[in-house]
């Protein structure tokens, strides 16, 4: 039998050439703080996918499209790990030999992936009983020194800038620059998917330092002629936790959303400047709009985010009104859902039948099949 010349590969360049996606510090390394002497610690970050989300142009209405940027494919599983590459490169390249962060979740599992990745200790600082269980397991199984604080994220953050300050660990909350300067490529990606900037960019804010970045992005983009426009920044925090739209720090945020339970942002002011400089807006949401966009995403999308994720979606229909017709705006899905998976289970659980009998006939009548 003889191979036919279509199975038969070309050339071995078909094997040898690299052909996978190179990072996001390979990628876009012109436009971050990186020299040819910069260790790039990486696990290929970057990348993710753009999705149209067909029912929710049509909840919005008017020729709108909505696409949602599933940052939640990350390789921790959120937008944290664009940021920490590049703070965790730095830091080795200044020679660090362990780092600290304070975390509602996402950043220490982030922290504690990138760290051991770049051979360093992570040491991470959470609200006692208030991150989300897949979260936990991550910064554990990574290798993090995980502390429990009793207290909130805002708490965390102010101990470990305190301890950064006075002892040899790097700090690689959003606070560090590095962070934001990573977290842009968020936006370089958006730009190079659509060929422009969207209209609107609606974006979960908790610290504030993702909205900081995602304009950075495309203000840099946009001064190199990769767009032709600049959206709309529009911002959402969850209600029991919104200090941007009250105009104080909470001080005792609450929210089923905990990646956004922040009461006193560290990025505050530059959040503001960005709401002014791109005529945009913040809102905040309650947890049953979060709760209803999480599951309208997954059940009507096919897409888990995770409850801070849904608070873009919960933002966007709760000022669909002001979306000009026809419109493009994304929706930034900052985290899986697979992280807190206790809110899916809590949440959505009356399509659970429990209790059936193990035979075909039991199961069948419960599917809704009648006996034959
Ligand atoms: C960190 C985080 C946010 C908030 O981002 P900020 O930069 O703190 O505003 C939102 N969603 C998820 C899933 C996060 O992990």
């Not at 974006?203 to 330092?209: L, S």
Request: with cysteine.
């Amino acid at each position: 039998m003889t191979l036919s010349a279509t199975n038969t590969p070309q050339t071995t360049d078909t094997f040898t050439k690299p052909c996978q996606w190179s990072g996001l510090i390979e990628t876009y390394r012109s436009y971050l703080p990186v020299t040819a002497s910069t260790p790039v610690v990486t696990l290929l970050e970057g990348n993710t996918p753009l999705i149209p989300t067909p029912a929710l142009s049509e909840a919005v209405g008017k020729g709108v499209k909505v696409l949602v940027k599933y940052d939640g494919l990350n390789p921790t599983g959120s937008f944290k790990d664009r940021g920490m590459t590049l703070a965790i490169s730095k830091a080795k390249e200044a020679g660090a030999k362990a780092v600290i962060c304070a975390s509602t979740g996402n950043t220490s599992a982030s922290a504690a992936a990138y760290a051991t990745r770049g051979d360093m200790q992570a040491f991470v600082l959470i609200p006692d009983g208030y991150v989300a269980l897949g979260k936990l397991a991550q910064a554990l199984v990574y290798g993090a020194q995980v502390l429990a604080i009793e207290g909130n994220f805002d708490d965390c953050l102010r101990i470990v800038q305190e301890l950064a300050a006075n002892y040899p660990v790097t700090l690689v909350n959003s606070v560090n620059p590095y962070r934001l300067e990573g977290q842009k490529t968020g936006a370089f990606e958006i730009v190079d998917n659509l060929g422009n900037a969207p209209d609107w960019l609606c974006i979960p804010v908790g610290n504030a330092g993702n909205i900081t970045a995602y304009w950075m992005g495309f203000c840099q983009y946009h001064q190199h002629g990769k767009c032709d426009r600049l959206p709309r920044m529009m911002g959402f925090q969850a209600a029991g936790a919104s200090p941007l739209i009250l105009g104080e720090p909470v001080a005792h945020p609450e929210t089923i959303a905990t990646a956004i339970r922040i009461g006193n942002p560290a990025s505050w002011e530059k959040a503001v400047a960005v709401k002014d400089a791109s005529q945009g807006q913040f809102n905040s949401v309650t947890d049953e709009e979060i709760l209803a966009a999480y599951r309208l995403l997954a059940s009507k999308e096919g897409i888990f985010c995770e409850p801070a994720s849904a608070a873009s979606v919960a933002g966007l229909l709760k000022v669909k009104d002001q979306v000009p017709t026809g419109a493009t705006v994304v929706c930034v899905l900052t985290g899986n859902g697979l992280k807190d998976p206790d809110t899916a289970i809590q949440h959505c659980n009356n399509q659970l039948q429990r209790g059936i009998e193990p035979t075909t006939t039991a199961v069948a009548e419960v599917m809704g099949f009648s006996s034959t």
